[in-house]
C-alpha cells in the first residue's frame, strides 16, 4: 500500500509504497477512502521540516536543550546517531480520515468488515491507502454516510470539546477568535446548540465566509471600534464566552478576548496561543475564567483508553475523544450541521504534495483540503523488497522492533554486508521498518512476523520491541530454530520465563540478551584486574524520573523499572564476581502510584559476594547516571558512567575515554563472533538468575523486605 511521508531533516515529501499496517490486539484495520489535511497543524510541521538545521533550532529550543543534555551524557557519536535517526525518518503525516473497515483484530467486536468509519490520531489516521487504528479514535458510521465529510472526524472533535468548555446555554452568545478549519467548525457547533455566534478573524475571507454559513455576526479583528460593535451587538453585556481557535505567538487574541468577555464570562483556549495575558483591567476586574481545551477531549493521551481500549464510565465521563466524535458525526449525519463549504480543494491521494504546496505557500486561498483515494484498489502485500535479494551467507539476520535504541546501539554495530546478511525488517510502523531497511541495507521490510519466522535462509533473529512482546518472539524464535538475540527484558513474568527455560533444554539452545555494560571496556579491564571471588559491589544509579503513565511503568507493558532495567547492573555484579545470583531483598521509597524506581536491592551471590543496586529516580539530572564499585582482596574498582574507571591497590590507575562506551560495539562483535563458533557470549544461567532476581526484588518490596530465596 501507499503512504504519504516526509523526511524532518530535509522536508522531502513522498509517496511510497510500505507493507500493509500491523493489526494488533484492539486494532481496526480500515481502507482509506477519504482523509482530511489539516491546514494548521500539519501545515506548521511541514513548514518546520522544510527549514533550516538552524531555522529548526529556533522553532524548537526545548529539543536543542535535549541534544545537548544527551551529548553531555553520551558523547558525539550517540548524540549524531539520535539527531541523524530523528532527521532521517520517515515521519507519517494526517490525522483525520474515514473509510471501510477491512480487518479486525481478534479482540475487537464493535466493529466488523465492511462497516464505515470515521478515524482520528496521529500516526494512526495517516494519509495512507490502508491504516491500523484503535478501537477508540475509530467511530462508526452509517452505511450511506458522505465519507468526503466524515473524514472531518478528528478536528470536529476538537472544535467540539472546545464547545463543551465553554459551556454555553441556549441564547447565549459566543465570540470565536480565529476562524481557519477549527473555528469553522465550532461556529457551526454553537450554532446548533442555540448559541449566538460572532465570528473574528484578520482575514476578510475567512470573515465573509462565517458571516455566509456559520456566524451570526462577523467582523475583521482590525475593524475601527470593534469592541464597541460587539457590545452593542450583546446589548452592552458583552458576550458569556470566547473560543480561541487561532495560531499566533502574539498575545492580542487573549487579551483581546478579555476586552470582549462580560463579567464572569469564560475564555477558552483551543488554538496555539500565549497565555500570559494582562491582568488587568479586563481579567482581574471582570473576574474571567480561562480554561484550556485538550485536543479531542478526556481520553487523550492516556494509553490506557487510547491504545489499550479502556473506555471511561459514561455516568462518570460523558464526553469522551470517542463520543465526542460519535456526536460529531451524528450531527453531520442528520443535516443539523453543513460542512459542504468548507471543502475548497479535493486531491487524488498521488496529488498529495501538490496539495501541500497550496498550505505552504498560500498560493490561493483554501480552507479543507481533502484527499480521495482509490478505494476499489486491493491491498495484501505485506513485505516489500527495499535493496534487492540479499546474499545468503552462514549468518542471516533479521529484526522484529528497531526503534531508538536499536538504530542507535545495534543496527550500526552489524558486521559488514559481506559478512551477514541482512534480509528483513518488522516495526510496528511501515515507514520505520522502511527507513531503517533502506538505512542499513536489509532486504526487504514486512509487516508480517511469519514473513520472518518462516524464512528459511533468515537463522538469526534480533528483538527489539516493546518489553510485552519479547517474550513471544522469543519463544517463536526459537520454535522456528532461529538464533535469537533479545534486549533486555528476556521476559516480564515467570511464566514466561519457565516456558523459556523449557523451551531452551528441549531444543538444547539458548539466547543472547542485551546485558552490555559487561562487555564494556572498564567492565572487562576491572574483571581482568579483580579475577573472581568473593566480593562487595555498589551500583548507584541516578535513573531520572519518567512520567507515571509511561509505558514503561505498565506492568503488561513494560514491567517497571525494576524488571525493565535494573536487570543490566545485576548482570555487571554476576559478570564481576563470576558467581549467580540466589536471594535479594529489596525497600523502595514509597509512592502513592506504586511506581518502585527509587529502591535499594541487596543481592546475595552463591559464592558470597553480595552486591548493592541502589536505583533512584529522585535525584538531579545534574549527576551522572551511573556509578560502580567493586571491592575485593585489597583493590578497589569504580566505573564513573562508564566514561572513567579507577583501580586502587597499590598505588592508583586512572582511565578516561573520550565519550561514553557501555558495550554494544563489543557486545555485537561478541555476539556474531560466537554465533560462527556455535556458542553464546553470555551463559544461560546467568540470564535465567539475572532474571529472576529481578522478579524476586519486586516481590520482596511487596512483602515489605523480606528476603527472597530463588
Request: hydrophobic share 40%; with cysteine; proline share 3%.
Amino acid at each position: 500500500m501507499e503512504q504519504l511521508t516526509q523526511k524532518l531533516g530535509s522536508g522531502e515529501m513522498v509517496i511510497q509504497e510500505l507493507p500493509i499496517p500491523q493489526l494488533t490486539s484492539g486494532m481496526v484495520m480500515v481502507k482509506n477512502h477519504y482523509s482530511l489535511i489539516s491546514a494548521g497543524t500539519e501545515g506548521s510541521t511541514v513548514k518546520a521540516a522544510r527549514k533550516s538545521l538552524i531555522g529548526k533550532a529556533k522553532e524548537r529550543p526545548q529539543q536543542v536543550k535535549q541534544v545537548l543534555e544527551v551529548f553531555r551524557r553520551q558523547g558525539v557519536v550517540q548524540t549524531y546517531r539520535a539527531v541523524m535517526k530523528k532527521l532521517d525518518a520517515y515521519s507519517p503525516l494526517g490525522y483525520s480520515c474515514a473509510g471501510e473497515v477491512v480487518a479486525v483484530a481478534e479482540d475487537v467486536t464493535e466493529f466488523q468488515v465492511g462497516d464505515k468509519v470515521a478515524c482520528a490520531g496521529a500516526g494512526y489516521a495517516n494519509h495512507a491507502e490502508v491504516v491500523s487504528v484503535p478501537v477508540n479514535l475509530c467511530v462508526k458510521l452509517a452505511q450511506n454516510a458522505d465519507l468526503s465529510l466524515a473524514c472531518y472526524n478528528t478536528l470536529g472533535a476538537i472544535a467540539l470539546q472546545g464547545v463543551r468548555q465553554a459551556d454555553m446555554r441556549l441564547g447565549e452568545t459566543c465570540a470565536v477568535i480565529g476562524l481557519g478549519l477549527i473555528g469553522q467548525l465550532a461556529c457551526l457547533e454553537l450554532r446548533a446548540s442555540g448559541v449566538n455566534v460572532i465570528g473574528i478573524d484578520v482575514s476578510p475571507a475567512a470573515v465573509s465566509t462565517a458571516a455566509k454559513h456559520c456566524a451570526d455576526f462577523a467582523i475583521e479583528r482590525n475593524a475601527p471600534g470593534i469592541s464597541q460593535q460587539i457590545y452593542d451587538y450583546t446589548h452592552g453585556i458583552g458576550v458569556d464566552c470566547v473560543i480561541i481557535a487561532a495560531a499566533t505567538g502574539s498575545l492580542d487574541p487573549i487579551n483581546f478576548a478579555g476586552a470582549i468577555c462580560r463579567k464572569k464570562g469564560r475564555v477558552v483556549v483551543i488554538g496555539a496561543v500565549p497565555t500570559g495575558f494582562d491582568r488587568e483591567p479586563d481579567y482581574y476586574k471582570k473576574e474571567l475564567e480561562l480554561k484550556m481545551s485538550c485536543s479531542y477531549g478526556p481520553g487523550r493521551y492516556d494509553l490506557n483508553y487510547e491504545e489499550k481500549g479502556q473506555d471511561y464510565p459514561a455516568a462518570y465521563v460523558r464526553w469522551t475523544e470517542k463520543r465526542n466524535m460519535e456526536a460529531f458525526q451524528s450531527l453531520l449525519h442528520t443535516g443539523k450541521i453543513d460542512l459542504a463549504y468548507l471543502t475548497t480543494h479535493r486531491f487524488r491521494f498521488e496529488e498529495a504534495p501538490q496539495a501541500y504546496d497550496i498550505v505552504v505557500k498560500h498560493s490561493e486561498p483554501f480552507l479543507g483540503i481533502v484527499l480521495e483515494y482509490d478505494h476499489e484498489k486491493e491491498h495484501k502485500r505485506t513485505s516489500i523488497s527495499v535493496s534487492g535479494s540479499s546474499p545468503i551467507h552462514k549468518i542471516n539476520i533479521a529484526f522484529i522492533g528497531a526503534g531508538s535504541y536499536a538504530q542507535g546501539s545495534l543496527l550500526p554495530n552489524l558486521p559488514s554486508v559481506e559478512q551477514v546478511g541482512r534480509v528483513a525488517v518488522m516495526t510496528n510502523s511501515g515507514t520505520t521498518s522502511k527507513r531503517v531497511a533502506e538505512k542499513f541495507h536489509f532486504a526487504s521490510c514486512t509487516s508480517d512476523e511469519m514473513d520472518i519466522l518462516n524464512n528459511r535462509d533468515i537463522n538469526t533473529l534480533f528483538i527489539a520491541t516493546r518489553h510485552d512482546t519479547h517474550a513471544h518472539y522469543v519463544i517463536e524464535g526459537l520454535k522456528a530454530g532461529k538464533n535469537v538475540y533479545v534486549e533486555k527484558p528476556l521476559c516480564l513474568n515467570v511464566e514466561e520465563l519457565v516456558e523459556i527455560e523449557a523451551l531452551c533444554r528441549e531444543k538444547n539452545c539458548g539466547v543472547m540478551i542485551g546485558f552490555n555494560r559487561r562487555f564494556s571496556p572498564f567492565a572487562q579491564l576491572l574483571k581482568k584486574k579483580l579475577g573472581s571471588g568473593k566480593m562487595s559491589m555498589l551500583y548507584r544509579i541516578n535513573a531520572g524520573h519518567i512520567s507515571a503513565d509511561s509505558w514503561i511503568h505498565d506492568m503488561k507493558t513494560g514491567g517497571g523499572r525494576i524488571i525493565g532495567e535494573v536487570c543490566h547492573f545485576i548482570d555487571l555484579m554476576t559478570f564481576m564476581c563470576g558467581s549467580l545470583p540466589c536471594k535479594v531483598s529489596a525497600s523502595a521509597l514509597p509512592d502513592a502510584q506504586g511506581l518502585n524506581d527509587t529502591v535499594n536491592i541487596l543481592v546475595d551471590f552463591e559464592n558470597g559476594s553480595t552486591g548493592v543496586v541502589a536505583y533512584y529516580a529522585n535525584g538531579s539530572k545534574a549527576l551522572s547516571k551511573e556509578y560502580f564499585e567493586v571491592y575485593h582482596a585489597g583493590t578497589t574498582g569504580i566505573i564513573h558512567d562508564f566514561k572513567k574507571c579507577e583501580i586502587y591497590g597499590k598505588g592508583v590507575d586512572r582511565k578516561t575515554l573520550s565519550s561514553q562506551d557501555k558495550g554494544q560495539k563489543k557486545m555485537m562483535s561478541c555476539f556474531f563472533q560466537a554465533l560462527s563458533e556455535g556458542k553464546l557470549p553470555i551463559e544461560m544461567n546467568d540470564i535465567f538468575s539475572v532474571t529472576k532476581a529481578t522478579f524476586a526484588a519486586l516481590k520482596s518490596i511487596q512483602e515489605s523486605g523480606t528476603p527472597i530465596l530463588f
